[in-house]
């Protein structure tokens, strides 16, 4: 079946510097990819989203690329701020399911950054 | 922007009695979706629903869930009767589509602790 691995339970790092967090996935069909983040007591939010093999997708600083050759969707940010600190999913969802909310999470990476 | 509200925030109940989980969604949006998180773990599909029927269901959406949106009031998830095990955090998500471009928009989540 479908799955998608975050390597990264935590990630530290002190504002100002650059940061990837590692998304590969597992699927049978063409992928839909996507980053959601979600802050402290908040719903989780949609970050990024793609399906188009080898183009960068960009939002709010964060970009990611999605190599099918790789089955990766890392995100990366150039300098990470304070605020970006939260949980980072990455989810899949494929062309052969009916709908593309029926997403597959990945286990999460929560990104802290300190001053 | 539009929210997905979900209520309560949190809901203990009693192992074996009836509980009812709702979700106000976007209001122009068509496609409704459960997921379920258990502490540290990823978020994992339940169910989705259109056009008043479910669409797809996991092996998690056991025969005591039930879900409905009677007369486009709340999108409701119904256990009864709970098990310990139902404990976790329940997302409601929306979309106004299926396409790539209508990722699920997803309410803050209401925990469900099963004593």
């Known amino acids: 079946g479908d799955s998608v691995t975050q390597t990264e339970g935590l990630v530290t790092l002190t504002k100002g510097l650059p940061v990837m967090l590692n998304c590969t996935y597992q699927?049978?069909?063409?992928?839909?990819l996507f980053w959601y983040v979600q802050h402290l007591n908040e719903a989780p939010k949609l970050l990024l989203k793609?399906?188009?093999?080898?183009k960068r997708t960009e939002h709010q600083g964060f970009y990611a690329t999605l190599h099918k050759s790789s089955s990766s969707f890392h995100l990366q940010k150039s300098s990470v701020q304070l605020s970006d600190s939260a949980l980072y999913f990455c989810a899949l969802s494929e062309l052969g399911t009916q709908v593309v909310g029926q997403l597959t999470f990945g286990s999460g990476t929560r990104l802290q950054v300190y001053a | 922007g539009p929210k997905v509200l979900q209520i309560p925030s949190h809901q203990i109940i009693d192992m074996g009695q009836m509980v009812t989980l709702n979700c106000d969604p976007v209001?122009?949006?068509?496609?409704f979706y459960w997921y379920k998180q258990i502490l540290g773990q990823q978020m994992e599909f339940l169910v989705n629903?259109?056009?008043?029927?479910?669409?797809?269901k996991s092996k998690l959406f056991k025969d005591q869930f039930s879900v409905e949106r009677p007369d486009g009031s709340y999108f409701t998830l119904k256990i009864q009767p709970t098990a310990l095990e139902d404990s976790a955090v329940y997302f409601c998500?929306?979309?106004?589509?299926?396409?790539?471009?209508?990722?699920?928009?997803f309410g803050e989540g209401t925990r469900l602790s099963v004593l």
């Open positions: 793609s399906s188009t093999d080898n």
């Open positions: 209001s122009n949006h068509l496609y």
């Open positions: 998500a929306s979309s106004l589509g299926t396409g790539l471009n209508q990722a699920p928009l």
């Open positions: 629903f259109y056009n008043g029927k479910v669409m797809e």
């Open positions: 699927t049978t069909y063409s992928p839909f």
